[in-house]
């Protein structure tokens, strides 16, 4: 069963504008992930937030993370069309051993 | 590092046929995940090892699949007999310890078509 859920399903939007996706989770967690995955490829790591963090920046992407409402968010600022993606959140299972993903935010930037 | 190596990326067999999915995790990771990834039901964890051994199996849809990791450098994910409802994008995955803060590294997948 998924842990994290993330909202919404499908997002549009220009250029230049920025994105925000949203994750909830169930369980208590050690941290939350966020992947990337481009059509037909595989998914790829873009950060890491634990539980004591609330929040992290990496160049563009800015996440928070708020344990009391078990809930996250991902921030991409300035898109660009390369953002097209399918975004993933990821909390690790109960027996804290591996990530169960959510099903994703499916992003499209226009150019 | 060319990072997580699945084969095939693709195949296509005729169900009840024997079907074996291959995974080179990157050196130095202990931790190796197979994943089944499908429009319906998104991203499900089918089995995972630590330093070469299963800890969690409980994501397997049935007997009729199973993995093995006889190395660190090597691992399989066979399904025998295979059905149509079996198709899907198989990816592996590897990872560092958890204390490294490091997320999972993905391979591209193995898209699989059952008819």
């Known amino acids: 069963s998924q842990q994290g859920e993330e909202d919404p399903q499908a997002l549009s939007i220009q250029e230049g504008e920025n994105a925000t996706m949203n994750c909830s989770y169930k369980?208590?967690?050690?941290?939350l992930q966020w992947y990337r995955q481009n059509s037909g490829r595989g998914l790829v790591h873009l950060i890491l937030?634990?539980?004591?963090?609330r929040e992290k920046h990496s160049g563009r992407l800015r996440v928070t993370l708020d344990t009391s409402k078990k809930s996250s968010s991902l921030l991409i600022t300035a898109s660009r069309a390369a953002d097209t993606a399918s975004y993933f959140c990821?909390?690790?299972?109960?027996?804290?051993?591996?990530?169960?993903f959510g099903k994703g935010t499916t992003l499209s930037v226009s150019s | 590092d060319a990072g997580v190596i699945q084969s095939p990326r693709h195949e296509v067999t005729e169900m009840g046929q024997e079907v074996t999915l291959r995974c080179k995790p990157i050196s130095g990771h202990n931790s190796l995940f197979w994943y089944r990834q499908t429009m319906m039901r998104g991203l499900e964890l089918l089995i995972y090892?630590?330093?070469?051994?299963?800890?969690?199996d409980s994501g397997m849809p049935e007997d009729r699949f199973s993995a093995k990791m006889p190395n660190a450098s090597f691992s399989t994910l066979k399904i025998q007999p295979s059905e149509p409802r079996d198709s899907a994008v198989y990816f592996c995955?590897?990872?560092?310890?958890?204390?490294?803060?490091?997320?999972?590294?993905f391979g591209s997948g193995t898209r699989l078509t059952i008819v």
């Open positions: 990821a909390t690790v299972n109960q027996a804290g051993t591996a990530l169960i």
């Open positions: 090892f630590n330093n070469n051994v299963p800890i969690d």
């Open positions: 369980t208590s967690i050690n941290n």
């Open positions: 937030i634990r539980s004591n963090e």
């Open positions: 995955a590897s990872s560092p310890p958890p204390e490294t803060g490091l997320g999972y590294t």
